[in-house]
């Protein structure tokens, strides 16, 4: 009880208990008879389908019944097209390491992918930048197709198909929360109605359904969400002629950062954050035009100031005193030659974070949980890290008899995540705001530190550490 | 095991049933600690009897003539054994608190946030014993006793882990929330059986039927420790295991068990224990091994009250875990001086001595 009050003063856990008012009090004989399933998984995009495959190979998990909802038909991803889809992700060691557990990453590498060894990032308004590279030129990352991964993962999930029960076509229209602590004779287990009538129990729910989250919003969970004024535009392009393409480029331009991500030798994906705007009109351009753009984005010098660019020489001077090995030439990404068509394509970006990643019988993953710029590249990996996470403690708590829903590890969980997400989604967004500016004393300051930075390797494999992870 | 109750009712509790238990039994509120708890156990047992009928008779239904002989053959039973492990003054406590086991940051939240130790070093003993060991079900094929079951909070676990348990306690109560809350599972409803009863009462229908005894924070409220553990004794097959989690006797565990605890923080319910009744381990242990059973592990149990968790210790002075193995069947006797004589009186016989007549 003492746990009790000290937890009241640190948080308003009472609020936390009551998730919702649509606890109503239905009548356990219709309850009963919906199947009881010890994890329901609402959402089966990438997260939410690694996080069902992660569970379903889980040896503690062995006799227990899981569920995924996924309110689209099940694709047939058996047959890839030999053009590369324009929807990848870049996909950190560590999540690689978790695709790899359940099975998936071996689909994966003999599909494709690309790993690449070396980011440069640099801004448009200044000679500085920044170069990420693992010492031993280990892989710092690799670049997937979404359609691949989502091949790779439903192979697994049929591997699984005693114990993962997936339903395609269904979609969740509510959700009824259980009270706390069993004092009636109501249901203990979350109800789950699809849109089909059709109702299923569970004993813990776990919403994977995107930054439009419908069990955040059942749930009544608040949600820091903020529209940016911009859109991603993304396309594949080829080479003017092949390269060991090995290098993800960035560049911070005034509208926005674009950036190259490697596919093979001679193609690469272009991921364009700009103003709506513009992204239209990049997406109306003919194909010339569009990839002329592309070029002088990376390789022009118009948005260079006198001031800026002595300013930074001097200190780039400065850094080779003290530094030799601090400062490093600029390299140029290869140039764009032509672009395949139908392959562009937009959509809008924003930034997003619930102030609860669970409560009592749910958990938040992926999306749901968390939305961040794609200027690091980080998006699908904040959710393969919650996956790791929540799978480590719900595994512990099976193999310790506990009830999969008890919000007592579910906290641990989302402390966890929390922890490593806030300062991750906060950073990303102050570099997005610092980026978007062509004011002189902002390019001063982000110019000197992103030197600054790129002399001290020390802070730039924490940097890799915290992203890779 | 159980962690609730209250002696003082009046002040504590709010249900109704709670105030009527109070009025209707003054006598019980001044009960001094009785020395020999046996004694105890009689007058207790005729107090018992009257609180059940005014309580039957408090609620709506009237007590019909079956009932009423029901009652007075639970009262021949249980005054035909004069020793009796079940403490009724005991039992009071934990019947007005017997809604609030399921509520996880309650009264018996100690409880709840225990079973992170002592799942765990069930698991792990038995695991470790065993040869088999089925995917997601460690514990699938072991019958457990789970004596003072309460609520059911470390049946449930024990069951989703696999194995068949038995669940009993004498408060009636307890038993109807363990059933309730397990009826919604249908994994649990089919491992987990409970009943109402004290241990001796099962003793004769099942002579050594369990492979594993779970007694969690028990000894301390039963009425006579040497009759517990020869009634586990008889119920537990040969080799079979005995866990028992307990507090010690010891300055310490009177200033943060009892004074810090239940008067200061109000960890536990202010009356759950009684200093007197705790047991050390030695004695514990020596009680354990002249009955039969040979101790394996005693290992101390802290409680963070800041955090609401539990760990391990080295020190015994505050709670501690006991492991004990109940003594395997005896083999039959055969004195090794037979089988050397066996060979050399063959020999003979056979002729294969050297100076025998060929």
Redesign the interface.
């Known amino acids: ?4 009050r ?2 009241a003063l640190l948080a308003p ?1 009472g609020a936390r ?1 009551r998730a919702g008012p649509r606890a109503s009090l239905r009548s356990t004989a219709s309850a ?1 008879a919906a199947p ?1 399933y010890d994890v329901l998984v609402s959402g089966g995009g990438m997260v939410g389908s690694a996080m069902a495959a992660v569970l379903g190979h889980d ?6 019944k899981i569920a995924l909802l996924e309110a689209g038909p099940r694709k047939d991803y058996d047959h890839l097209p030999d053009s590369y889809s324009n929807r990848v992700s870049s996909i950190s060691p560590g999540s690689a390491t978790l695709l790899s557990s359940c099975g998936a990453w071996d689909h994966v590498c003999s599909l494709r992918l690309k790993p690449f060894r070396r980011m440069q990032v640099w801004d448009a308004c200044s000679e500085a930048m920044i170069v990420f590279e693992k010492d031993d030129l280990d892989d710092m990352g690799y670049i997937v197709e979404n359609d691949v991964i989502m091949s790779a993962l439903t192979k697994q999930l049929d591997a699984v198909a005693d114990r993962v029960e997936v339903f395609y076509r269904s979609k969740a229209v509510g959700y009824t929360w259980p009270l ?4 009636c ?1 109501t ?3 979350v109800q789950v109605e699809l849109a089909d009538g059709r109702r299923l129990q569970t004993k813990l729910l776990i919403g994977a359904d995107g930054h439009n989250s419908v069990v955040r919003k059942e749930a009544e969970i608040q949600n820091i969400e903020h529209r940016y004024d911009q859109s991603a535009v993304v396309a594949t392009l080829h080479l003017s002629e092949a390269t060991d393409n090995n290098v993800a480029w960035q560049r911070f331009l005034p509208t926005g950062p674009i950036a190259l991500l490697p596919l093979s030798d001679t193609a690469s994906s272009l991921v364009w954050s700009t103003s709506h705007d513009h992204a239209l009109e990049l997406l109306a351009m003919d194909e010339e035009t569009f990839v002329d753009s592309i070029n002088s984005a990376f390789w022009s010098n118009i948005n260079h100031s006198e001031f800026i660019d002595t300013a930074g020489a001097m200190f780039r001077s400065a850094i080779s005193l003290l530094k030799p090995s601090g400062t490093a030439v600029r390299q140029l990404p290869p140039s764009v030659a032509k672009v395949d068509p139908e392959s562009r394509a937009m959509f809008p970006l924003g930034m997003g974070h619930a102030t609860e990643y669970v409560q009592h019988r749910v958990a938040l993953i992926g999306d749901a949980a968390h939305r961040v710029h794609p200027l690091a590249g980080q998006g699908v990996n904040l959710g393969f890290g919650d996956i790791a996470c929540l799978a480590h403690h719900l595994s512990a708590a ?6 999969l829903g ?3 590890h579910l906290l641990k969980f989302e402390t966890e995540r929390q922890r490593h997400n806030v300062s991750l989604i906060a950073a990303t967004d102050v570099l997005k705001r610092l980026y978007s500016t062509t004011l002189a004393p902002l390019v001063l300051l982000r110019t000197w530190g992103l030197q600054a930075t790129n002399a001290l390797p020390p802070v730039k494999e924490q940097i890799m550490a915290f992203a890779s992870k | 095991m159980r962690g609730g109750g209250a002696a003082r009712a009046l002040t504590l509790t709010l249900t109704l049933r709670g105030r009527r238990a109070a009025a209707a039994l003054p006598g019980a509120a001044c009960d001094d600690r009785a020395g020999l708890s046996f004694q105890t156990g009689l007058r207790g047992v005729f107090q018992d009897y009257n609180k059940k009928r005014q309580l039957k008779s408090s609620s709506t239904l009237p007590v019909s003539l079956t009932e009423m002989k029901s009652n007075m053959f639970t009262v021949k039973r249980l005054f035909s054994t004069s020793h009796s492990s079940v403490d009724s003054k005991e039992m009071k406590k934990f019947q007005l608190l017997a809604h609030k086991w399921w509520d996880e940051e309650g009264e018996y939240a100690a409880l709840h946030s225990m079973n992170d130790i002592r799942v765990p070093f069930i698991r792990d003993t038995l695991l470790s014993t065993s040869s088999n060991y089925h995917l997601g079900n460690p514990l699938s094929g072991i019958k457990i006793l789970d004596v003072g079951c309460g609520g059911g909070l470390l049946s449930e676990p024990l069951g989703r882990l696999g194995a068949s348990v038995t669940g009993i306690d004498p408060v009636e109560d307890n038993i109807r929330t363990a059933d309730r809350h397990k009826s919604f599972d249908p994994v649990l409803a089919k491992r987990i059986q409970y009943k109402s009863s004290s241990l001796e009462e099962i003793v004769e229908e099942s002579m050594e039927t369990f492979d594993v005894i779970v007694a969690s924070e028990v000894v301390e409220h039963v009425a006579d420790l040497e009759m517990f553990i020869k009634c586990c004794s008889q119920v537990l097959k040969p080799d079979g295991s005995l866990f028992i989690t307990t507090i010690n006797k010891t300055q310490l565990s009177y200033v943060l068990g009892i004074v810090v605890a239940e008067k200061i923080m109000g960890i536990v319910p202010e009356g759950t224990h009684e200093w007197e009744k705790f047991i050390p381990p030695e004695e514990l242990e020596h009680l354990l091994e002249s009955n039969g059973f040979s101790v394996k592990t005693v290992k101390g149990m802290l409680y963070n009250p800041l955090s609401g968790s539990w760990s391990w210790m080295e020190s015994t002075s505050l709670n501690y875990a006991v492991h004990a193995v109940k003594a395997g069947a005896q083999p039959t006797d055969t004195p090794p001086e037979t089988d050397i004589q066996q060979p050399s009186a063959t020999a003979g016989t056979a002729g294969t001595a050297p100076d025998g007549p060929v």
């Open positions: 009880m003492a746990a009790l000290g937890r856990l208990l009963s009881l040896i503690h998990f062995h006799d227990k706390p602590s069993h004092s004779d249901s203990p287990w099976a193999f310790n008899g506990s009830d008890s919000l007592k």
